[in-house]
């Protein structure tokens, strides 16, 4: 386990959410333990030190901490009551309450971060798209994974990280990871793919029949009676073994049928509800807990840290597993979750300008011997695309330069073009390629290209199409 680093990696950034934190770079580890002090938030009316001067000459040096309040220089335009500070500057800074947490990158590489005790799941998303320069998608995710349980679960954009952070034991080392997942809102937009039809019964006079949004209004309104239903392996309370048995899911809770496929108020045996409950997916279902799939899933108390108080659950197929999960999750949340999903849009619709700086950007040409401003949008494009492909040509030379002859420097550059591109992961498994794309989200579209280990001289691409994984082999001309 190694050390944090205790230098200061930046006490600054742009923008409401760069206010709210103080980064520090480290290596992975189980403790949260920070070696260095945090710079204290300073006025900026309140310079670091201040001196007072006598014609040229320094009388005496005044440290911040000795300072006291400035005083008002037009007492007759402000009332006693304002402050010259103004609250907007510091938004959070009024909450003495921070907290320290070390937030994980699909590297494992970490950062930790000094945050507000009210922040969300949202806000640390946003945080590290901008500190790590990402595209916001509306698909990055915070995780919360629990590795002596094998464990790990979306964490909703509402929730707030310190009561998640809670829930956890002294010596459990509980790791929030930041990584995207497409599949967190998919099932708004394409809820039949999720909801199976054999698996959803609905009390209505739909008669059977719903369109995408009649499925999703059921779940999301509280007077409908939507019901998920369909086998599923269970592990039996202190035993090795698995047992299938027919499992019913409505909103007040988990059942299973001790009769067959029968739904009767006497069959049904209640497993767990969720009002204090989450879902959790398992890492290593048939390594650590002897499933008979890796599709595994779990209902885990919150207070509570133990693996004897899990619920553990199986499915045949990946498809089973997202429907019940998916279907957990709507049941717990239910209207926040689609106003979490709604949220992105909102903001942007409210503020359809661009920024300043957007708006002062202009493409310009200095191939000739003087310079114009593009005006045509699609030449404008056209550059734009012609100076991102430049820039790959330029990486892809400098990649095959390293151990290269220079004579071949030129093949391998048009070679290695695909090198700079990051949807290619090089020598990666088949397993390793299903891992990250089931990881990703099965949606579709989500793909990767990679080294084919079988014949060294073609790729792979890797590709998820109807929540499965395929692989297609490529080979060059």
């Known amino acids: 386990m190694s050390a ?7 006490t600054h950034t742009s923008g409401s959410l760069g206010e709210k934190a103080t980064i520090f770079r480290g290596a992975r580890g189980g403790g949260s333990a920070v070696g260095s002090a945090f710079i ?3 006025s900026p009316l309140q310079p670091p030190n ?11 040096e005044v440290d911040e901490t000795q300072m006291g309040p400035v005083p008002d220089p037009f007492p007759e335009l402000l009332p006693s009551a304002v402050s010259l500070v103004s609250e907007c500057l510091l938004p959070w800074t009024k909450n003495s309450a921070t907290q320290v947490i070390k937030v994980y990158s699909e590297d494992n590489t970490s950062r930790a971060v000094e945050v507000p005790s009210d922040i969300t799941a949202r806000d640390i998303c946003q945080l590290f798209i901008l500190k790590n320069h990402c595209v916001d998608d509306h698909s990055w995710t915070l995780f919360e994974q629990i590795p002596h349980l094998s464990i790990e679960r979306t964490i909703e954009d509402h ?33 039949l793919d999720f909801f199976p039809e054999h698996m959803v019964s609905i009390s209505s006079e739909t008669n059977g029949i719903m369109n995408h949004s009649q499925l999703i209004q059921t779940f999301l309104s509280s007077s409908s009676c939507p019901e998920i239903h369909g086998f599923l392996h269970a592990k039996e309370h202190g035993r090795k073994s698995w ?19 029968s739904k009767e108020p006497r069959h049904l045996q209640f497993i767990a509800e969720f009002s204090d409950s989450d879902v959790y997916t398992l890492l290593s279902a048939k390594k650590v807990y002897g499933a008979p799939t890796d599709y595994g899933f779990c209902v885990k108390a919150s207070k509570s840290s133990s693996a004897r108080d899990l619920k553990l659950l199986c499915a045949d197929d990946e498809q089973t597993r997202t429907c019940w999960v998916t279907a957990m999750r709507l049941f717990k949340y239910g209207m926040q979750l689609y106003q979490n999903f709604i949220q992105p849009y909102q903001k942007q619709k409210s503020s359809p300008m661009r920024s300043i700086s957007e708006n002062s950007l202009v493409a310009i040409d200095f191939s000739g011997h003087k310079t114009r401003v593009i005006e045509n949008p699609s030449e404008a494009l056209s550059v734009a695309v012609e100076e991102g492909l430049s820039w790959r040509r330029k990486s892809c030379h400098r990649l095959s330069s390293h151990g290269s002859p220079s004579a071949s420097q030129s093949s391998m550059s048009s070679i290695a073009i695909h090198m700079a ?9 088949r397993e390793e390629a299903q891992k990250l794309i089931t990881q990703q989200g099965l949606v579709d579209g989500v793909f990767l290209v990679r080294d084919s280990q079988s014949n060294p001289r073609t790729f792979v691409l890797s590709l998820c199409h109807t929540q499965k994984i395929k692989h297609f082999q490529i080979v060059p001309k």
Do not use: I
């Not at 944090?4 to 930046?10: F, V």
């Not at 201040?50 to 005496?60: D, E, L, M, S, Y």
């Open 4 to 10: 944090m680093n205790d230098s200061l990696d930046e």
């Open 40 to 42: 204290p938030l300073r």
């Open 50 to 60: 201040a001196a007072v001067f006598k014609g040229n000459r320094k009388v005496r």
């Open 159 to 191: 929730e707030s990280v310190m009561e998640v952070q809670s829930g956890w034991g002294m010596d459990s080392h509980c790791c929030l990871y930041f990584r995207k997942n497409y599949a967190k809102y998919e099932f708004f937009k394409k809820p």
């Open 243 to 261: 047992k299938k048995f027919y499992f019913v899911l409505r909103r007040s809770g988990l059942y299973f049928s001790n009769k067959g496929t």
């Open 421 to 429: 591109q990051p949807w290619f992961h090089s020598k990666l498994s």
